[in-house]
């Protein structure tokens, strides 16, 4: 069985400050990771995905997350936030073969002026 | 590419009655298709799995009977909530995946539908 688990609920850093969104996830398998991105009643973004290969994924508006086996972890940052990275964020995970995708609780995201 | 759309945005109908939501592809062809329901402030949940040409697969819990999919073609999967009441209010994720890409699991979504029950 596989679960995401992501830290907080609710995230408030100030515009410029560094984002970091936690997100650690349980696999049987060699997971896929995925970030998505929603903003208020639209559908999800994708943000970013981990399947195999480099354990640095970079993905768009200049967020990337870090792929740690050993922390079994997927954690979402960005160096400088705007303004317009306030929304809410989900990490998700699924695996080769499989056809589900389980995402975690999500993440509201603030970012203060 | 790979984009998603749903019809209609947003529905307000009476206690009783039924309502459809469409989920296209615009320009790729989905085997897969997946609806979600999420709650305000919460997560997606994952309501049934649409397979092309056959019957949609649905989560624990989920009434089959009240929640009708129907996936008749690569492009298009329907939502049919039947006999709707004011508990079904929410708003509907439906996604995509490409045909064929098994190895990635990357889903494509639509825009999602709140549907709001008097």
């Known amino acids: 069985a596989q679960s995401v688990t992501q830290l907080g609920s609710h995230v408030s850093v100030s515009e410029g400050a560094l984002v970091l969104l936690r997100c650690n996830y349980s696999s049987s398998v060699p997971p896929y990771l995925f970030w998505y991105v929603q903003y208020p009643n639209q559908g999800l973004q994708l943000l970013l995905k981990?399947?195999?290969?480099?354990?640095l994924v970079k993905g768009i508006n200049g967020f990337e997350a870090e792929f740690k086996k050993s922390e079994t972890s997927f954690h979402l940052t960005k160096p400088s936030a705007h303004m317009s990275d306030a929304a809410e964020y989900f990490c998700?995970?699924?695996?080769?073969?499989?056809?589900?995708?389980?995402f975690g609780a999500g993440t509201r995201l603030f970012v203060k002026a | 590419g790979a984009v998603v759309s749903q019809h209609p945005s947003w529905v307000i109908c009476k206690s009783g009655t039924s309502v459809k939501i469409e989920c296209r592809s615009l320009d790729f062809q989905a085997t897969t298709m997946f609806w979600y329901r999420q709650f305000p402030k919460q997560s997606l949940m994952l309501m049934a799995t649409?397979?092309?040409?056959?019957?949609?697969?649905?989560e624990q819990g989920v009434e089959k009977d009240k929640f009708l999919i129907n996936h008749a073609s690569l492009t298009l999967s329907t939502l049919t909530v039947t006999s709707a009441h004011p508990e079904d209010s929410s708003f509907y994720i439906c996604s995509a995946r490409v045909g064929g890409i098994l190895e990635d699991n990357e889903q494509f979504f639509g825009p999602g539908t709140r549907l709001t029950v008097l």
């Open positions: 649409s397979n092309e040409g056959s019957k949609a697969t649905y």
């Open positions: 981990y399947t195999t290969g480099a354990t």
């Open positions: 998700a995970v699924s695996s080769t073969g499989g056809f589900k995708t389980i």
